[in-house]
């Protein structure tokens, strides 16, 4: 099983740092892929100025440990961080941060683009979207859900 880190936090994460702790003492692996997400300034149309996500404390942090541990469960992966932040958040800041160790490139990349598309629809956050025509929640789009089920 993979050396598995996961956080929900409020405050901002650092990339390089992050990245660092991935690579640490890490001279079995050869491949590591990373993804960041940030809030956009549109979506659907609409202007969008801020995101506030909500979450169940305890709940999401299993859910995001069972979702690396079925990462694991299909590819030979070294090391897993999973960051995703929650609270009030500006346009530009980041949202998660998804990074994956392995021997080998195909299941750092895989396993990298599983954890995203199964947080996606399946990890318990809400989101709501200040707009110009006011405040909106937002659920997960019908192609999240076509990415997620391709795994």
């Not at 690579?23 to 960041?36: I, K, M, R, W």
């Not at 659907?44 to 801020?50: A, F, H, V």
């Not at 590819?75 to 080998?104: M, Y």
């Amino acid at each position: 099983m993979a050396n598995i880190i996961i956080k929900v936090q409020q405050q901002d994460f650092d990339f390089a740092s992050e990245v660092d702790t991935l690579e640490a003492h890490n001279q079995s692996d050869g491949a590591l892929v990373t993804f960041v997400g940030r809030v956009r300034n549109n979506n659907d149309g609409e202007q969008i100025s801020q995101l506030t996500l909500e979450h169940y404390p305890g709940m999401t942090e299993q859910c995001l440990q069972h979702i690396a541990e079925q990462a694991c469960q299909r590819w030979q992966l070294g090391r897993i961080t999973i960051i995703h932040r929650v609270g009030d958040l500006a346009v530009g800041e980041k949202i998660v941060f998804v990074g994956v160790t392995s021997k080998h490139r195909k299941d750092a990349y895989q396993g990298n683009e599983f954890i995203m598309d199964y947080l996606k629809v399946n990890a318990p956050f809400w989101k709501k979207e200040n707009t110009s025509r006011g405040e909106r929640w937002v659920s997960a789009k019908h192609s999240d859900n076509q990415e997620a089920n391709k795994w």
